[in-house]
């Protein structure tokens, strides 16, 4: 059977605990509660009248809170009903009937036993209502108890939690204004890519390879001269007589000089040529081609915001090169490979016995005047070849090429138009007038006119180039727009197979932003050594 519970709560319920309409009732009293009526008397009403005006904080606003319910309910003359189901929760003012007499054992002038006559009072005037005093006073449960009144405990997770000290809700109005300051204002974020991916550091391999050592070059010529010697015994002919007739004749001693002398310049080349293939030295330039996206995601744009790039370690900045007829130049990354070397210089070819055919009689040949016979003809083809015997070096072949073109332009400039005009001075006098006029500073945009909202160099013109230091400056940087890209070529340089390791310090502030965004991105490169000597000997012969 459903039943009703009255309950007289006290001063500290309605002050430190959930209210009514959040309690477990059902948990207190049984699960067959019906309805639960929450009488409040004469005694608990002048407590909360009383400190709506003495508390502060949250037991001033549930004082206030409760006191204005009671008086609605004085007024109305009705109950309030605080939950509706489960059970249905009732919020009661009852006086004292005038003509109740208290026992004499309660005091007056003590709160709690003023409050446990208000429960007698109800309870002689109800007596089927068996009303309940609901505290977790000590000294209240004993005197309610001993003057026949049912007492109930207050569970303790009813309790609400400790009220915020003043120095604490300071900080929290300190941290709710900050919040609304950087609702208000600028919202900047940084992001730093690589190959097109965004990265937090960038971490990559490259290569490294030493000059050649004496016993590396040596090594290397001891083997391509060992497969391509100087031919000897170059007299002897072979035994059998040739095939087409004739006879064998040796070479000529003038042929075989040449090719001692071809062979002797083919070994200074293929000196020279291992000696240049690594380069003017060992060093090499490897580059990391970053770009970092500058973002304002808030409210408000960033007024007279400056962004500073810094370099540790053994990178540094620098300008990406002009394109070169529209296409951009290729830079040495790190994983970009050792460059290819030309090939190396052939050795020239010794020369060989040659067939004299026995002489044939002449023959009479008409011919018109003015021609030649075909023996004037081989003489004429004899003396412009004979330089060329021998020459199978392409390198003596270049030589005497560049001898003839020499010889050929030399000729051509005594018959080319003389220059020297009036025009032509006056040209050459204003090249040479406007470079030490036109300094680089003078050719720099201007502060004035420049957009605002566009980002402009902070760094002198002279500085860019080889620097650990970029700055960059914009007057508006405006929110929810497009990001702001820079364009970052690092470079350093590879001496030696030891790691290379730095970082990239971004720092950006604003004249309206509350703190410094201040991004580091680790730079690691690892360095790998390579074999000089199978990377020269692939281009040898």
């Known amino acids: 059977m459903a039943r009703v519970v009255s309950v007289f709560a006290d001063t500290n319920y309605f002050m430190h605990h959930n209210d009514p309409d959040a309690c477990d009732w059902l948990g207190l009293f049984g699960q067959d509660v019906e309805e639960v009526r929450i009488i409040v008397g004469r005694q608990v009403q002048q407590e909360l009248e009383k400190h709506k005006y003495e508390m502060r904080g949250r037991r001033q606003k549930r004082a206030r809170k409760y006191a204005r319910l009671l008086a609605d309910i004085a007024m109305s003359d009705q109950p309030v009903v605080v939950r509706d189901a489960r059970p249905r929760v009732l919020l009661n003012y009852v006086l004292r009937p005038v003509d109740f007499e208290p026992p004499a054992g309660l005091k007056e002038q003590w709160a709690d036993d003023q409050l446990v006559a208000d429960v007698l009072a109800f309870n002689a005037e109800h007596p089927a209502a068996g009303a309940t005093l609901l505290t977790n006073d000590p000294g209240l449960m004993a005197r309610g108890k001993g003057f026949g009144v049912r007492v109930q405990d207050l569970p303790d997770h009813w309790e609400l939690p400790p009220e915020s000290d003043e ?39 490259t290569w490294w390879m030493p000059s050649l050592t004496a016993a590396q070059r040596a090594a290397l010529l001891e083997s391509v001269t060992s497969r391509f010697p100087m031919k000897s015994n170059l007299k002897e002919v072979p035994a059998t007589p040739p095939a087409s007739g004739g006879s064998w004749a040796a070479p000529s001693d003038e042929a075989i000089g040449t090719y001692t002398t071809q062979y ?16 003017a030295g060992p060093d090499r330039i490897v580059c990391l081609e970053l770009d970092l996206d500058l973002t304002n995601t808030g409210v408000e744009p960033a007024d007279d915001l400056r962004i500073v790039f810094e370099l540790t370690g053994p990178f540094q900045f620098r300008r990406r090169p002009a394109k070169d007829d529209g296409k951009p130049i290729a830079l040495p990354g790190p994983d970009t490979p050792p460059r290819e070397l030309s090939r190396a210089p052939v ?40 330089p060329l015997q021998g020459m199978n070096s392409p390198t003596n072949t270049a030589r005497m090429l560049a001898s003839q073109f020499e010889h050929m332009t030399a000729v051509e400039r005594l018959h080319a138009k003389r220059y020297g005009t009036a025009a032509d001075l006056v040209r050459a006098t204003n090249v040479r ?40 400056e914009c007057d508006r940087f405006v929110h929810h727009g497009r990001p702001e890209s820079f364009d970052l070529l690092i470079y350093a340089k590879v001496s030696s197979t030891e790691d290379l390791v730095g970082e990239l310090a971004v720092t950006v502030t604003a004249r309206n932003q509350r703190e410094t965004l201040r991004r580091r991105f680790p730079i690691r490169i690892k360095v790998i050594e390579r074999d000089p000597v199978a990377h020269v000997r692939a281009a040898l012969p």
């Open 167 to 205: 120095s604490q809700r300071e900080i929290q109005r300190l941290r709710a204004e900050l919040a609304e300051q950087r609702r208000r204002g600028p919202s900047l974020d940084m992001v730093l890519n690589w190959r097109d991916e965004p990265v937090a550091a960038a971490i990559t391999e």
């Open 264 to 279: 002797r310049g083919w070994r200074a080349d293929l000196e020279a040529f291992v000696d240049k293939a690594l380069g």
């Open 347 to 386: 050795p020239p070819s010794p020369p060989q016995p040659t067939v004299v055919l026995p002489p044939t009689p002449a023959k009479t040949v008409r011919r018109a005047p003015g021609t030649l016979d075909h023996l004037q003809l081989g003489r004429m083809t004899d003396a412009v070849l004979r």
């Open 433 to 472: 007038m406007m470079d030490p006029i036109i300094p680089p500073s003078m050719l720099r945009p201007m502060r004035i006119n420049r957009d605002p909202e566009d980002f402009h160099w902070v760094t002198d013109y002279d500085d860019r180039n080889d620097t650990a230091r970029w700055e960059f």
